[in-house]
Nanobody, 115 residues
Framework: QVQLVESGGGLVQAGGSLRLSCAASGRTFSSYAMAWFRQAPGKERELVATIMRYGSTNYSDPVKGRFTISRDNAKNTVFLQMNSLKPEDTAVYYC?????????WGQGTQVTVSS
């Protein structure tokens, strides 16, 4: 059974940093792209960053240059380092993997950035 568990969210002041973690279980994920999404109140869920099986990365424009996605395949874990946080980064952040054409999600972790 595939399971994703996010952690590391919290309340931080603008300009601060947080590091999110996503622990994956149920199979080996090193062969798959993984991603972080976020959903702010009243808005649709949006893609934040992706990391491919060999480590190449992509970022949405709002977070480019501030966020860094990485993975530790030995530990089946994906990270999102978030620096220079802004109030508009406030959202629930979700870890995602697509396996066999099906999306799997974690429960999400709340990130709140105060001004």
């Amino acid at each position: 059974q595939v399971q994703l568990v996010e952690s590391g969210g919290g309340l931080v002041q603008a300009g601060g940093s947080l590091r999110l973690s996503c622990a994956a279980s149920g199979r080996t994920f090193s062969s798959y792209a993984m991603a972080w999404f976020r959903q702010a109140p009243g808005k649709e869920r949006e893609l934040v960053a992706t990391i491919m099986r060999y480590g190449s990365t992509n970022y949405s424009d709002p977070v480019k240059g501030r966020f860094t996605i990485s993975r530790d395949n030995a530990k089946n874990t994906v990270f999102l380092q978030m620096n220079s946080l802004k109030p508009e980064d406030t959202a629930v952040y979700y870890c995602n993997v697509n396996l066999w054409g099906r999306d799997f999600w974690g429960q999400g972790t709340q990130v709140t950035v105060s001004s």
